[in-house]
């Protein structure tokens, strides 16, 4: 365990456990949109800025991606801290507009106009959830990031359909922006933005069209037993 200090109070954390998490534990909020507790840093939307001092020198730097260490201290809402914030956040707005967390986030910092402009916005922020979930988390590594700079966007491998993607829906929970749409019609889930569609299993009690034959057939490869032999026979409701 390391000491740190946030805001002027004195806390204990694993050392090496990064700033955003210490302080989310014990109870100071730093918006943030692309860090998960259960997935790798990637400081990529760059809104978890803080200020953070260590021996003579002051930074200013995201939060998600900086570790622990003895005696730091940590400030989350200089006047400076908060400016580079607001303006990260007006970078971000303009690529989703129709994200309605996006936009309750920027009215908490005391954004009410939107100043900037992206004629091609797709309500992606490039923040890599859906990326990292569904590689650290499924272990499917079924997309991926393309392109550079303005370009850099999240797909399929090479454009194609995602034949990895076993339409297990964790990258449409996770997504920020709620830009992943996941339609089930019939006994088929479609997920256009992976360009994949797959057969749902129904369930034997009630009819219900509720689970990709894929993601069962994924579970089996990868060892994970399912508590009985029939267990996917019956939907969550009927179990
Ligand atoms: S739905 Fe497909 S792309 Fe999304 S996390 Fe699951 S496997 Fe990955
Ligand atoms: S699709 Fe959603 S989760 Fe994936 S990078 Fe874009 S905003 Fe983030
Ligand atoms: S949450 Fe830290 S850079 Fe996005």
Redesign the pocket.
């Known amino acids: 365990m390391v000491n740190i200090t946030i805001d002027g109070q004195q806390f204990q954390a694993a050392e090496g456990q990064n700033v955003l998490q210490a302080a989310l534990d014990n109870g100071i909020e730093i918006p943030h949109l692309c860090y998960h507790e259960n997935l790798s840093s990637y400081g990529g939307c760059r809104l978890c800025l803080v200020e953070i001092t260590r021996g003579q020198r002051t930074t200013l730097t995201t939060s998600c991606t900086y570790p622990c260490l003895e005696g730091i201290v940590v400030r989350t809402d200089t006047p400076e801290v908060l400016k580079a914030r607001r303006l990260v956040m007006e970078l971000l707005l303009p690529l989703a507009p129709e994200a309605p967390q996006i936009q309750a986030l920027a009215r908490e910092m005391g954004i009410s106009e939107q100043r900037f402009t992206e004629e091609e916005a797709d309500n992606?922020?490039?923040?890599?959830?859906?990326?990292r979930a569904c590689t650290e988390m499924v272990g499917a590594q079924a997309i991926t990031f393309s392109g550079r700079g303005y370009r850099r966007a999240?797909e399929s491998p090479f454009g194609e359909e995602a034949v990895d993607c076993i339409g297990c829906g964790t990258?449409v929970y996770?997504?920020?922006?709620g830009?992943?749409e996941m339609l089930d019609r019939g006994t088929q889930r479609t997920l256009p933005k992976w360009k994949r569609t797959l057969e749902l299993k129904k369930c034997t009690k009630c009819g219900w069209p509720y689970i990709p034959f894929a993601q069962i057939e994924f579970a089996r490869q990868r060892g994970q037993e399912p508590p009985a032999a029939d267990w996917f026979d019956l939907c969550p409701n009927c179990r």
């Open positions: 992606c922020i490039r923040c890599g959830l859906c990326t999240v990258c996770i997504c920020p922006t830009c992943i």
